[in-house]
T-cell receptor, first 112, second 114 residues
Framework: RKEVEQDPGPFNVPEGATVAFNCTYS??????FFWYRQDCRKEPKLLMS???SGNEDGRFTAQLNRASQYISLLIRDSKLSDSATYLC?????????????FGTGTKLQVIP | DVKVTQSSRYLVKRTGEKVFLECVQD?????MFWYRQDPGLGLRLIYF???????EKGDIPEGYSVSREKKERFSLILESASTNQTSMYLC?????????????FGPGTRLTVL
C-alpha cells in the first residue's frame, strides 16, 4: 500500500459546485497533514495545514479522520480559478527527522 | 513571505555533462529538500539536508549528489547527466521545529538531457 494515496481524477465540476477530495495515508503515527495546490508547470503552493481535526479558510475546509486514516479537502462554490492539481502531504516522524510524503495529486477542472 | 529561488527555470544539457542546480531560501529555514517530479509519479525526494554540511539520502539518490555549505543554499549535482534525468526539479525548505514542517517550494527547474 502506498504511504499516501489520492484519486488522480480528473474531477470535472461546474462553477458554483461543491467538490471534495480524499487522501488516505498508511502510517497511523502521522502527525500533520497538508494540502498543496499546483498549477500546470508551476511549483506546489501550500493551501492548508492540519494538525488536529481540521481547518477552514474561506471556501476551503480540510477534515482529518484519524480512525479511518484519511484527510479530505472540501471546496465550496467552485471558481474557474480553482482548476489545478491538489496534492496531499503527510508528515511522519522517521529516524529523528520529520519526513513529508506527497501524494500524486488530484486534478480538478472547474467548467463554466 | 518565504522565498525560495532556483538558479534556472529551464536547462538543456547533453548526456555525460555535469549539471549544477542551485537553490536559495531567505527565511533561515533549517531543512532543505530536492525533489524531482514526473507525470504519474508525483514528487520524489532525492536528498534533503537538516543543517549546514549535513545531508541525507531520500528515496531516489542514485546519480545525484548535494552540497550545503551555507544555511541558505542547497545545491543538487548531477555528476554525469543521463536522459532519464530529464525532469522537473523542485527545491523546498522548511523550519525544523516540531510538526509544523510545511515545505515551501521554489519555482522549479525544467531540465532536459539530450
Amino acid at each position: 500500500r502506498k504511504e499516501v494515496e489520492q484519486d488522480p481524477g480528473p474531477f470535472n465540476v461546474p462553477e458554483g459546485a461543491t467538490v471534495a477530495f480524499n487522501c488516505t495515508y498508511s502510517n497511523s503515527a502521522s502527525q500533520s497533514f497538508f494540502w498543496y495546490r499546483q498549477d500546470c508547470r508551476k511549483e506546489p503552493k501550500l493551501l492548508m495545514s492540519v494538525y488536529s481535526s481540521g481547518n477552514e479558510d474561506g471556501r476551503f475546509t480540510a477534515q482529518l479522520n484519524r480512525a479511518s486514516q484519511y484527510i479530505s479537502l472540501l471546496i465550496r462554490d467552485s471558481k474557474l480559478s480553482d482548476s489545478a492539481t491538489y496534492l496531499c502531504a503527510v508528515n511522519n516522524p522517521s529516524g529523528g527527522y520529520q519526513k513529508v510524503t506527497f501524494g500524486t495529486g488530484t486534478k480538478l477542472q472547474v467548467i463554466p | 513571505d518565504v522565498k525560495v529561488t532556483q538558479s534556472s527555470r529551464y536547462l538543456v544539457k547533453r548526456t555525460g555533462e555535469k549539471v549544477f542546480l542551485e537553490c536559495v531560501q531567505d527565511m533561515d529555514h533549517e531543512n532543505m529538500f530536492w525533489y524531482r517530479q514526473d507525470p504519474g509519479l508525483g514528487l520524489r525526494l532525492i536528498y534533503f539536508s537538516y543543517d549546514v554540511k549535513m545531508k541525507e539520502k531520500g528515496d531516489i539518490p542514485e546519480g545525484y549528489s548535494v552540497s550545503r555549505e551555507k544555511k541558505e543554499r542547497f545545491s543538487l549535482i548531477l555528476e554525469s547527466a543521463s536522459t532519464n534525468q530529464t525532469s522537473m526539479y523542485l527545491c523546498a525548505s522548511s523550519l525544523g521545529a516540531g510538526v509544523k514542517v510545511e515545505q515551501f517550494f521554489g519555482p522549479g527547474t525544467r531540465l532536459t538531457v539530450l
